[in-house]
Protein backbone atom coordinates (compact mmCIF):
# COMPACT_ATOMS: atom_id res chain seq x y z
CA UNK A 1 0.00 0.00 0.00
CA UNK A 2 1.35 3.55 -0.98
CA UNK A 3 1.15 6.91 1.27
CA UNK A 4 1.79 8.88 -1.90
CA UNK A 5 -0.27 10.28 -4.95
CA UNK A 6 0.20 10.13 -8.56
CA UNK A 7 -1.18 13.30 -10.68
CA UNK A 8 -0.45 12.65 -14.29
CA UNK A 9 -0.32 15.65 -17.51
CA UNK A 10 -0.74 14.01 -20.76
CA UNK A 11 -1.43 16.16 -23.68
CA UNK A 12 0.79 17.01 -26.86
CA UNK A 13 3.49 19.66 -27.26
CA UNK A 14 2.32 23.00 -26.76
CA UNK A 15 -1.02 22.24 -24.83
CA UNK A 16 0.65 23.38 -21.56
CA UNK A 17 1.48 20.65 -19.12
CA UNK A 18 4.43 22.12 -17.94
CA UNK A 19 3.39 25.52 -17.26
CA UNK A 20 0.32 24.52 -15.27
CA UNK A 21 2.44 22.13 -13.50
CA UNK A 22 4.72 24.79 -12.44
CA UNK A 23 1.62 26.75 -11.43
CA UNK A 24 0.17 23.77 -9.26
CA UNK A 25 3.64 22.81 -7.88
CA UNK A 26 5.69 26.39 -7.32
CA UNK A 27 3.29 27.24 -4.17
CA UNK A 28 4.37 23.80 -2.63
CA UNK A 29 7.97 22.59 -3.11
CA UNK A 30 8.17 20.58 -0.01
CA UNK A 31 4.10 18.62 -0.91
CA UNK A 32 4.91 18.03 -4.80
CA UNK A 33 8.03 16.60 -6.55
CA UNK A 34 7.90 16.70 -10.30
CA UNK A 35 9.05 14.07 -12.71
CA UNK A 36 9.17 13.87 -16.34
CA UNK A 37 8.03 10.79 -18.16
CA UNK A 38 9.30 8.32 -15.61
CA UNK A 39 11.21 7.83 -12.23
CA UNK A 40 14.49 7.33 -13.71
CA UNK A 41 17.72 6.52 -11.10
CA UNK A 42 20.28 5.24 -13.08
CA UNK A 43 20.52 8.52 -15.74
CA UNK A 44 20.79 11.84 -14.14
CA UNK A 45 21.59 14.30 -17.11
CA UNK A 46 18.42 13.77 -19.63
CA UNK A 47 18.85 15.72 -22.92
CA UNK A 48 15.90 17.87 -23.70
CA UNK A 49 14.05 16.56 -26.89
CA UNK A 50 13.87 19.29 -29.90
CA UNK A 51 12.45 17.30 -32.57
CA UNK A 52 10.54 14.53 -30.79
CA UNK A 53 9.58 12.40 -34.33
CA UNK A 54 13.25 12.94 -35.84
CA UNK A 55 14.75 9.94 -35.20
CA UNK A 56 13.95 6.07 -36.25
CA UNK A 57 12.78 3.63 -33.43
CA UNK A 58 15.06 1.10 -32.25
CA UNK A 59 14.18 -2.41 -32.65
CA UNK A 60 12.02 -4.77 -30.39
CA UNK A 61 14.82 -6.34 -28.98
CA UNK A 62 15.96 -2.82 -27.51
CA UNK A 63 12.68 -1.82 -26.85
CA UNK A 64 11.78 -4.99 -24.77
CA UNK A 65 14.90 -4.07 -22.45
CA UNK A 66 13.78 -0.55 -22.96
CA UNK A 67 9.79 -1.47 -21.01
CA UNK A 68 12.27 -3.51 -18.41
CA UNK A 69 14.32 -0.71 -17.19
CA UNK A 70 11.45 1.19 -16.86
CA UNK A 71 9.64 -1.30 -14.79
CA UNK A 72 12.30 -1.88 -12.72
CA UNK A 73 12.57 1.90 -12.20
CA UNK A 74 8.64 2.28 -11.59
CA UNK A 75 9.45 -0.93 -8.53
CA UNK A 76 12.71 1.34 -7.22
CA UNK A 77 10.32 4.46 -6.75
CA UNK A 78 7.41 2.63 -4.95
CA UNK A 79 9.56 1.20 -2.54
CA UNK A 80 11.73 4.36 -1.96
CA UNK A 81 8.36 6.39 -1.36
CA UNK A 82 6.53 3.96 -0.21
CA UNK A 83 5.75 6.00 3.03
CA UNK A 84 6.00 9.34 1.51
CA UNK A 85 3.00 11.80 1.85
CA UNK A 86 4.00 13.47 -1.18
CA UNK A 87 1.99 13.94 -4.29
CA UNK A 88 4.24 13.50 -7.27
CA UNK A 89 3.22 15.09 -10.37
CA UNK A 90 4.19 13.52 -13.37
CA UNK A 91 4.44 15.49 -17.24
CA UNK A 92 3.30 13.14 -19.37
CA UNK A 93 3.56 9.26 -17.72
CA UNK A 94 4.66 5.87 -19.23
CA UNK A 95 1.18 5.58 -20.92
CA UNK A 96 2.83 8.00 -23.72
CA UNK A 97 4.68 5.06 -25.13
CA UNK A 98 1.17 4.00 -26.09
CA UNK A 99 0.18 7.22 -27.55
CA UNK A 100 3.23 7.75 -29.05
CA UNK A 101 5.35 5.44 -29.42
CA UNK A 102 7.68 7.16 -32.19
CA UNK A 103 8.81 9.94 -29.56
CA UNK A 104 10.47 7.38 -27.55
CA UNK A 105 11.81 5.12 -30.44
CA UNK A 106 9.93 2.57 -29.39
CA UNK A 107 8.70 -0.55 -31.45
CA UNK A 108 6.59 -3.35 -29.37
CA UNK A 109 3.31 -4.25 -29.91
CA UNK A 110 0.68 -1.83 -28.11
CA UNK A 111 -0.44 -5.52 -27.07
CA UNK A 112 2.77 -6.21 -25.62
CA UNK A 113 3.23 -2.47 -24.27
CA UNK A 114 -0.23 -2.82 -22.69
CA UNK A 115 1.15 -6.34 -20.83
CA UNK A 116 3.84 -4.82 -19.30
CA UNK A 117 1.96 -1.60 -18.23
CA UNK A 118 -0.31 -3.74 -16.25
CA UNK A 119 2.84 -3.42 -13.78
CA UNK A 120 2.95 0.46 -13.38
CA UNK A 121 1.70 1.97 -10.69
CA UNK A 122 -2.03 3.37 -11.34
CA UNK A 123 -2.23 7.13 -11.49
CA UNK A 124 -4.35 8.97 -8.67
CA UNK A 125 -5.71 11.43 -11.13
CA UNK A 126 -4.79 11.38 -15.09
CA UNK A 127 -5.03 15.60 -16.27
CA UNK A 128 -5.43 15.62 -19.92
CA UNK A 129 -4.86 19.00 -21.75
CA UNK A 130 -6.38 19.36 -24.96
CA UNK A 131 -7.85 21.67 -27.43
CA UNK A 132 -8.15 22.94 -30.97
CA UNK A 133 -4.47 21.85 -32.70
CA UNK A 134 -4.57 24.44 -34.88
CA UNK A 135 -3.73 26.55 -31.77
CA UNK A 136 -1.60 24.49 -30.14
CA UNK A 137 0.49 24.41 -33.35
CA UNK A 138 0.41 28.02 -33.60
CA UNK A 139 2.67 27.78 -29.81
CA UNK A 140 5.19 25.37 -30.76
CA UNK A 141 5.45 23.96 -33.67
CA UNK A 142 8.06 20.63 -32.77
CA UNK A 143 5.67 18.19 -34.83
CA UNK A 144 4.19 18.98 -38.08
CA UNK A 145 0.34 20.22 -37.77
CA UNK A 146 -1.27 16.70 -39.21
CA UNK A 147 0.79 15.11 -36.88
CA UNK A 148 -0.53 17.01 -33.92
CA UNK A 149 -3.64 16.24 -34.76
CA UNK A 150 -3.35 12.50 -34.94
CA UNK A 151 -1.77 12.99 -31.12
CA UNK A 152 -4.26 15.11 -29.73
CA UNK A 153 -6.73 12.83 -30.97
CA UNK A 154 -5.17 9.39 -29.58
CA UNK A 155 -4.71 11.17 -26.52
CA UNK A 156 -8.18 11.95 -26.03
CA UNK A 157 -9.41 8.94 -26.81
CA UNK A 158 -6.72 6.62 -24.75
CA UNK A 159 -7.92 9.08 -21.53
CA UNK A 160 -11.55 8.09 -22.03
CA UNK A 161 -11.23 4.53 -20.63
CA UNK A 162 -9.42 5.69 -17.17
CA UNK A 163 -10.84 7.10 -13.93
CA UNK A 164 -10.57 9.50 -12.03
CA UNK A 165 -9.61 11.78 -14.95
CA UNK A 166 -9.87 15.61 -15.42
CA UNK A 167 -9.82 16.90 -19.33
CA UNK A 168 -9.22 20.54 -19.78
CA UNK A 169 -9.29 23.08 -22.58
CA UNK A 170 -5.47 24.05 -23.00
CA UNK A 171 -6.59 28.05 -23.47
CA UNK A 172 -9.04 28.29 -20.29
CA UNK A 173 -7.23 30.58 -17.95
CA UNK A 174 -4.20 28.97 -16.23
CA UNK A 175 -6.00 29.82 -12.10
CA UNK A 176 -8.64 27.85 -13.59
CA UNK A 177 -6.78 24.67 -14.24
CA UNK A 178 -4.70 25.14 -11.24
CA UNK A 179 -8.02 25.71 -9.13
CA UNK A 180 -9.50 22.73 -10.54
CA UNK A 181 -6.58 20.33 -9.98
CA UNK A 182 -6.17 21.73 -6.48
CA UNK A 183 -9.30 20.91 -5.48
CA UNK A 184 -9.45 17.46 -6.88
CA UNK A 185 -6.16 17.26 -4.89
CA UNK A 186 -7.98 18.33 -1.13
CA UNK A 187 -10.40 15.17 -1.84
CA UNK A 188 -7.87 12.28 -2.72
CA UNK A 189 -5.58 13.49 0.66
Given at each position: ????????????????????????????????????????????????????????????????????????????????????????????????????????????????TNIFLKYI?????????????????????????????????????????????????????????????????????
Amino acid sequence: MKNFNIIIFLGVDGSGKSTLINAISNGNKKKFHTIHFIPDFFRKNKKSITNPHGKKKRSKIYSFIKVIYWLINFKLFAILNRNSKKIFIFDRYIYDVIIDPLRYRFSLSEKMTNIFLKYIIKPDLIVLLSGNPKKIYARKKELKLKELIRLNTRYNKFVQKFNPKIILNSFSKINYKKKKILNYIKKIK
